[in-house]
């Protein structure tokens, strides 16, 4: 059972523009829902991340906007740039819950020139 | 320089053989997590621990076992009972009161032939 579901499996941007990812959760218990980021090779790490008391984060470039009622929340890279190119994963965990993480199953970004 | 380590990056074994892969972290974490990642199927939980000499299973545990014996080290056992271990096997601590936010190591890829 896929608790999150993400959206799209791939993404073509070009340099400039916005790139936008996209995740459903099923479990109202989620409390905390962060974004990854992972290179070829490398392991993820943290991006940012949201409580589902505020409907929006921004940092820098990267901006989380949630939706409680519609249990959704989507990831923004504003001008995008060729070293965003990577693998972008949503998450979702209940704290006390052993802290465990739920993952979305990815999606391949890659900003063209 | 803190962090968590991943020994070693790729490994080779043949079906059949138990073989485990390295965790170690000096960030002082008490809680770990072993993840797999497989292609177009996000990261899953294999093991976790919160405390030294104490883990729960995760969603995939099947074939695999892990052990606590010190703080610093998360040792993941593959064994023979595992289907299809090939993949990439990810290791990751979380810092003391900031629940959800997880900290990954390199990963090792490995392949059984």
């Known amino acids: 059972q896929q608790q999150v579901k993400q959206s799209p499996q791939s993404l073509i941007v070009q340099k400039g523009g916005i790139s936008i990812i996209n995740c459903a959760y099923e479990n109202t218990a989620f409390d905390y829902f962060p974004w990854y980021q992972q290179f070829p090779g490398k392991g993820p790490a943290l991006l940012i991340a949201?409580?589902?008391?505020?409907s929006e984060k921004k940092e820098g470039r990267f901006t989380i906007s949630f939706n409680k009622s519609a249990k959704q929340f989507s990831l923004h890279i504003m001008d995008s740039q060729p070293g965003d190119s990577a693998t972008y994963f949503c998450?979702?965990?209940?704290?006390?819950?052993?802290?465990?993480?739920?993952f979305g199953t990815g999606t391949q970004l890659k900003v063209e020139l | 320089d803190g962090g968590i380590t991943q020994s070693p990056k790729y490994l080779f074994r043949k079906e059949g053989q138990n073989v485990t892969l390295s965790c170690e972290q000096n960030?002082?974490?008490?809680?770990m997590y072993w993840y797999r990642q497989d292609p177009g199927q996000g990261l899953r939980l294999i093991y976790y621990s919160q405390i030294v000499n104490d883990f729960q299973k995760g969603d995939i545990a099947e074939g695999y076992s892990v052990s606590r014996e010190k703080k610093e080290s998360f040792p993941l056992t593959v064994t023979s009972a595992q289907k299809n271990p090939t993949a990439f096997y990810l290791c990751?601590?979380?810092?003391?009161?900031?629940?959800?936010?997880?900290?990954f190591g390199p990963g090792t890829r490995l392949t059984v032939l």
């Open positions: 990751a601590s979380t810092p003391p009161g900031r629940p959800g936010e997880q900290f």
């Open positions: 998450a979702a965990s209940i704290t006390g819950g052993g802290n465990k993480l739920t």
């Open positions: 949201i409580r589902p008391d505020v």
């Open positions: 960030l002082n974490h008490d809680a």
